[in-house]
């Protein structure tokens, strides 16, 4: 029986990219193999510990979504023990309502996304255009601007207030003393 699972997992953050990509590349294939699919892979990047771990205060978040057997699940762990970059790991079974509600709303966003590339498509071949730099401005669609939390109405920001967002995460000046 197949189920939905989370893995997150937490690198050394020395590791290279190519490092890293081999890494999701060796998840991939193990799922692949034992009849698995991989729904979504969320790369955080370097982030700080909440404590040292191995001597290193900071790490590289990875998060991915899968659909496993909890066999695989046995699998994915014991390949994660073994592996030398990854610092901490964790494999935790999803909810099944909040998986259903995300896979209705990814479905009406598709929807909604390739109704709107239908529309737009008539109106740019009206326009006669044929490379895309010279679509007339009126015909390019808005960049999305919304922020959701907690999956609650979405708050639109105007290019104004987006200036004023502070940055995420916001880097430590080390100085040293002598």
Not at 78 to 105: C, F, G
Not at 106 to 133: F, I, K, L, S
Not at 137 to 158: G, H, M, Q, R
Request: net charge negative; glycine share 2%; charged share 35%.
């Amino acid at each position: 029986m197949r189920r939905d699972y989370e893995l997150g997992f937490i690198l050394n953050p020395e590791v290279s990219e190519e490092q890293t990509s081999a890494i999701l590349e060796r998840i991939q294939k193990i799922v692949n193999n034992h009849d698995g699919q991989v729904v979504k892979v969320n790369q955080w990047g370097r982030r700080r510990l909440a404590y040292p771990i191995e001597h290193h205060r900071d790490g590289y978040y990875v998060f991915i979504d899968m659909i496993l057997t909890p066999e695989t699940v046995i699998e994915l762990d014991r390949t994660l023990k073994v592996s030398e970059e990854v610092m901490r790991h964790l494999v935790k079974k999803r909810d099944a309502k909040a998986v259903q509600k995300e896979r209705e709303e990814r479905e009406e966003r598709e929807a909604r996304a390739a109704a709107a590339a239908q529309n737009q498509a008539p109106a740019v071949a009206e326009a006669g255009v044929t490379d895309e730099a010279q679509v007339p401005a009126e015909l390019v669609a808005e960049p999305d601007e919304e922020i959701l939390i907690n999956e609650e109405e979405p708050i639109v920001l105007s290019p104004e207030e987006i200036e004023y967002v502070p940055p995420a995460i916001e880097e430590e000046e080390e100085t040293s003393e002598v």
